[in-house]
């Protein structure tokens, strides 16, 4: 928020004239106070997330029953080989996403995040269609409105509370997994990767890779959520900074330890991998139940309903912002951007828990299993697409600062992307590989079953959304593609406080052991 001085009023009222001259005062106070230049003409949201939540919730975020399920059908359909290599690619993209990303959400931390971004340096239809496909693909469980009917606070700590539940549950399975491996349990024995060796550990070729891909993406998902919070958080450059370097090794770390145990563990031929229902499915149930071990499988149970709930609330809190950014920007009716005195965008959130609730009961009709493989596949497919739109949006915002000759990346703890464009260009290399997989695996190796358009489909249905809704959005509303040189580097800007510059100057005076734990503190 603008402070209340003459110099603030100065620049809201050049922000409707020239953003050049606007962008000059924010630069002569930027090293004086902290400044916030919101829009709010339809409310805005309360700064509520403290650092510690950001902390704690990046550290459990989107870690759900993806990494339960998705990772026995994988091994099923790809073997530990091909699994391995497919989740090792996608977890690598949540680095890329997370540098390129972070680096506009902390200079401008608005809730819309990559949707408004996209809006102002890319083009209006490009932020139309992938705005449209990430409030769409999200499944949520209705007991979750309770939780946004209070303010956001309660939202942030029930998220922490939950994260703090799934690092636990995750400790657990890593030393589950030596234990079996070792031979734990009454029925256990030592496994020495006989399950590498003795069955193919790439089944299916590529077209075994491509599955594997496609659901460790669904897996680990897109980490836009982290992002969406840097709207919504006290110190955006200090919570936003430690979350780009948390995320990253949280999720290469849960992901890839799994799967190389389930790869040890479970052979690929085991029917119990397609053939169970919800947890039953898991490689690390199966483990467990061969070992003999009883009790485990209740604690994942409960561990699965616990990471089901924090990502239903999840994709409430993301889509309903999302919605949010589309109407404030106008490329949907402006009335769903009011956000009442409580920081809840009202009319978002009820479209959002409407359409949960008709999603949720759809998945029980007798059909519901194919609406949600229909719905699977659309989030898969709009998370990598969506990484290639945050890669076009971040070249397009360094065009923007050369164009504008803005200093914003050489100010006082400015934070930039590690060698930029390093993790873009990687970004969009993997997601590039991500589109072909998709491709493959809807037409199918042809050599062994025939092609059948509604398994095309329903792989790409994800691509045909957000591809259509763009191209229909520019052509009805003929949308410009943004220039560069009058791009907009003014609205949301946000430079550091003296408080927060503070904060920043103590926390790097620390020696490396005392900000090393800064990542492991969980209170």
Same mark, same amino acid.
């Given at each position: ?45 309360? $700064? ?207 992901? %890839? ?46 561990? %699965? ?20 950014? %589309? ?165 949301? $800007? ?30």
């Amino acid at each position: 928020m603008l402070p209340k001085t003459h110099d603030a009023d100065q620049i809201g009222r050049k922000l409707d004239g020239s953003k050049e001259n606007g962008l000059q005062e924010v630069q002569s106070l930027k090293e004086s106070q902290a400044i916030d230049i919101e829009d709010d003409r339809n409310g805005k949201f309360h $700064r509520s997330f403290t650092p510690r939540q950001v902390h704690i919730i990046s550290l459990g975020s989107n870690i759900g029953s993806g990494v339960f399920i998705g990772t026995g059908k994988a091994l099923a359909l790809g073997g530990p080989g091909n699994m391995v290599i497919a989740y090792l690619a996608v977890c690598s993209c949540v680095w890329a996403v997370l540098q390129t990303l972070f680096e506009m959400t902390i200079a401008f931390p608005t809730s819309g995040n990559f949707i408004d971004y996209t809006d102002r340096w890319v083009d209006p239809a490009l932020a139309f269609g992938a705005g449209f496909a990430e409030w769409l693909v999200t499944i949520f469980i209705v007991v979750t409105a309770a939780i946004f009917f209070l303010p956001n606070k309660a939202f942030a700590w029930f998220e922490y509370i939950t994260s703090l539940i799934k690092v636990a549950l995750f400790v657990l399975i890593i030393i589950l997994g030596i234990a079996l491996v070792a031979g734990a349990g009454p029925e256990g024995s030592v496994h020495d990767g006989s399950n590498w060796t003795e069955l193919p550990a790439f089944k299916n070729g590529f077209f075994g890779f491509a599955n594997c891909a496609l659901l460790a993406t669904w897996a680990v998902g897109d980490q836009v959520f982290i992002g969406i919070m840097g709207g919504e958080a006290e110190s955006p450059r200090f919570s936003m900074g430690h979350a780009a370097k948390l995320v990253p090794f949280r999720v290469n770390f849960v992901f %890839m330890a799994s799967v190389i145990f389930i790869g040890i563990l479970v052979p690929s031929n085991d029917d119990r991998l397609l053939g169970g229902s919800g947890v039953t499915a898991s490689p690390f149930i199966i483990a467990v139940n061969d070992a003999g071990i009883s009790g485990i499988p209740d604690i994942l149970n409960a561990g %699965m309903i616990t990471g089901i709930l924090a990502i239903a609330a999840e994709g409430v809190y993301l889509s309903s912002r999302v919605l949010r950014t %589309m109407a404030h920007q106008k490329l949907i009716p402006e009335v769903l951007a009011k956000v009442d005195s409580r920081g809840r965008p009202r009319w978002a959130l009820a479209i959002t828990l409407a359409t949960s609730i008709l999603l949720t009961y759809l998945n029980l009709t007798p059909g519901g299993i194919t609406a949600f493989n229909w719905l699977v596949s659309i989030t898969s497919a709009s998370f990598f697409v969506n990484w290639m739109i945050i890669c076009l949006t971040s070249w397009r915002f360094h065009q923007a600062l050369v164009a504008q000759n803005d200093s914003l990346l050489s100010e006082v703890y400015a934070w930039k992307s590690w060698m930029w464009p390093t993790a873009p260009g990687w970004l969009m290399t993997v997601s590039t590989l991500l589109l072909v997989s998709c491709i493959a695996a809807g037409v199918g190796d042809l050599r062994v079953t025939d092609f059948d358009i509604k398994v095309f489909l329903q792989y790409m249905v994800g691509i045909i959304i957000i591809v259509s809704f763009t191209l229909a959005y520019k052509i009805i509303m003929r949308t410009p593609w943004r220039d560069p040189k009058t791009a907009d580097l003014v609205t949301g $800007r946000r430079t550091l406080s003296e408080a927060e510059i503070s904060q920043l100057d103590a926390y790097y005076s620390m020696p490396r052991w005392r900000r090393f734990g800064t990542y492991v503190q969980v209170w």
